[in-house]
């Protein structure tokens, strides 16, 4: 596999569910983001890791809860989740958090029922 | 407050024939401004990146634009494919913020044949 991976790429869950996102990246990148992206608006930045730490949290609601084991792998977990959190999330990679291009993975789709 | 408008909303164009999509932005200072294409139900893919003292960069038959004095950039496509059906998203890259990007809500472009 080549690129950044996401799985699922679909999924629904009820709201009492807990669901996890998962993100792999093959590209020896070091950081690692979170984006959410709702029908005609603009990507919305979540979550930022940096060599596994993290470094950014844009006041994302605490249902969402990231986890970097290693700089390769990525993880959202979801619980009690509305459905306005319905969206496709993007997971992204970049060599550090210099002016570097961000590589996206395809996204999984989210329903919230 | 930094943000990307981008015009038109969505577009709809015969196979062959060429195209603009705009995009104007009020980040200042900013690093770099990217185009990136977006097939349904996938992730950005990266067109071009250009530097704030670049005028133009070209990707096979996309053409990106830039004027840095009136903050307005243009994808030009040339010769439209079936293929090209997607979302163009503008993304600007802030001076003071290496990785916080600022997106634009993308032009749904519609090749027919």
């Known amino acids: 596999e080549t690129g950044v991976t996401q799985t699922p790429r679909h999924l629904v869950m009820g709201m009492t569910n807990k669901k996890s996102l998962k993100c792999e990246q093959h590209l020896g990148h070091n950081a690692m983001y979170w984006y959410k992206q709702s029908a005609k608006k603009p990507l919305e930045l979540m979550f930022v890791?940096?060599?596994?730490?993290?470094?950014e949290n844009n006041s994302v609601p605490s249902r969402f809860s990231p986890e970097c084991p290693n700089s390769s792998h990525l993880f959202l977990h979801l619980h009690t989740l509305q459905p306005e959190d319905s969206a496709l999330y993007l997971c992204a990679s970049s060599p550090d958090l210099g002016y570097n291009e961000q590589f996206f993975g395809p996204g999984t789709r989210l329903t919230v029922l | 407050k930094n943000q990307v408008e981008q015009s038109p909303q969505s577009l709809i164009i015969l196979e062959g024939k060429n195209c603009t999509l705009q995009c104007n932005y009020t980040v200042s200072p900013f690093s770099n401004l990217r185009w990136y294409k977006q097939d349904t139900g996938r992730g950005p893919v990266s067109l071009t990146i250009m530097t704030f003292s670049e005028n133009t960069k070209s990707n096979g038959r996309y053409t990106a634009t830039l004027d840095a004095d009136t903050k307005q950039s243009s994808l030009h496509i040339t010769a439209s494919q079936l293929s090209d059906s997607a979302s163009y998203i503008c993304?600007?890259?802030?001076?003071?913020?290496?990785?916080?990007?600022?997106f634009g809500s993308g032009t749904r472009l519609l090749v027919r044949p």
């Open positions: 890791y940096n060599f596994k730490e993290q470094t």
């Open positions: 993304v600007v890259n802030p001076m003071d913020s290496s990785y916080k990007l600022i």
